[in-house]
């Protein structure tokens, strides 16, 4: 099951960084994405990296946040920098929606919480 961790409680202007463990063999094979959800909406998709290291991001954290991955750890990560209140959500790790024929099962998230 996917393992996210990291969140938590931060003030506006802030920095957290969440990883997201994913077990299995095939890790390497995929392109992964962190999503959120925030309360009374659906799941987004907010950045991807693909199994080459190359990242995209959606446009309102592009500039603050940072996805990167690492194979041998089997683990992804998500550093958030400047984060505001309305970053406030639960995040996930999975596959990139876009590139996978279906995704993992998903895990519990992680909440993160921006205070102003």
């Known amino acids: 099951q996917l393992q996210a961790s990291g969140g938590g409680l931060v003030q506006a202007g802030g920095s957290l960084r969440l990883s997201c463990a994913v077990p299995g063999s095939t890790f390497s094979r995929y392109a992964l994405g962190w999503y959120r959800q925030a309360p009374g909406q659906g799941r987004l998709l907010i950045a991807d990296?693909?199994?080459?290291?190359?990242?995209n991001y959606a446009d309102f954290v592009k500039g603050r946040f940072t996805i990167s991955r690492d194979n041998a750890k089997k683990t992804t990560y998500l550093q958030m920098n400047s984060l505001k209140p309305e970053d406030s959500a639960v995040y996930f790790c999975?596959?990139?929606?876009?590139?996978?024929?279906?995704?993992?099962?998903w895990g519990q998230g992680t909440l993160v919480t921006v205070s102003s």
């Open positions: 999975n596959k990139d929606q876009y590139e996978a024929a279906d995704l993992w099962s």
């Open positions: 990296i693909n199994n080459e290291g190359r990242p």
